[in-house]
């Protein structure tokens, strides 16, 4: 168990519609990262927050977005699904601020867009 | 952050050491390389970082070049359940570029 919790884990939803995931970070842990993954491109970086602000971007379509609440705890908020929005989304936590430290995951949220 | 190359897939013999290659040539000096591993579709797992020293902990060992410009991860007696994805990553120590950047990993894979 890495201590991040990700609610939740199935999430089976229809094309236009908009869902919300959200991510528990380890407690202590000031950064969020969210991560896409799906069969044809791998892990790939949306976003992180630091202490409830945006630190860095990555490859984040305008319909999602995200934030980080004042407990630390975030959402991805995922709008006018498609059908290639279908993928595993992660959450990862670590400390910020310092870059030798290791990032957690959390066990992730399977979307399915129909 | 640096780029690195992996192969695409490996097979090991459980029991024996597994060791995995990783170069990333253009690593900077403030970069970290660190290793995941992904279980079939669960969350990828920290196994172990290092800057320039080779490092080892009581998943694995990573020895990193001199040159810094590639390392290999072992695995010193590989059990079935290390049958993973394994993600060898670069990842900057500056503050605010904490991002771990993953690439296409290998596949390792166990045999009894």
């Known amino acids: 168990d890495s201590g991040v919790t990700q609610t939740p884990k199935h999430l089976i939803t229809a094309t236009g519609q908009r869902v919300t995931l959200r991510c528990s970070p380890r407690s202590g842990d000031l950064s969020v990262y969210w991560y896409q993954q799906s069969l044809d491109q791998g892990l790939q970086f949306l976003i992180q927050y630091y202490n409830g602000e945006e630190r860095a971007k990555g490859n984040i379509l305008e319909r999602f977005s995200a934030q980080q609440f004042p407990d630390l705890h975030s959402e991805l908020n995922l709008s006018s699904l498609e059908l290639g929005d279908s993928a595993l989304y992660f959450c990862a936590s670590s400390v910020a601020g310092q870059g030798w430290t290791e990032a957690f995951f959390g066990q992730g949220t399977r979307l399915t867009v129909v | 952050d640096a780029k690195t190359t992996q192969p695409t897939s490996m097979d090991c013999a459980e029991g024996r050491a597994a060791n995995l290659p990783c170069n990333h040539s253009?690593?900077?000096?403030?970069?970290?390389v660190y290793w995941y591993r992904q279980i079939h579709s669960q969350g990828p797992q920290y196994i172990i970082h290092?800057?320039?020293n080779n490092e080892t902990n009581e998943m694995a060992s990573l020895i990193i070049t001199e040159d810094r410009k590639s390392s290999t991860l072992i695995l010193p007696h590989a059990t079935l359940r290390d049958t993973a994805v394994y993600y060898c990553i670069v990842r900057s120590a500056n503050f605010g570029n904490e991002k771990l950047t993953f690439g296409t990993g290998t596949r390792l894979t166990i045999i009894p």
């Open positions: 253009t690593i900077s000096g403030n970069e970290y």
């Open positions: 290092g800057l320039k």
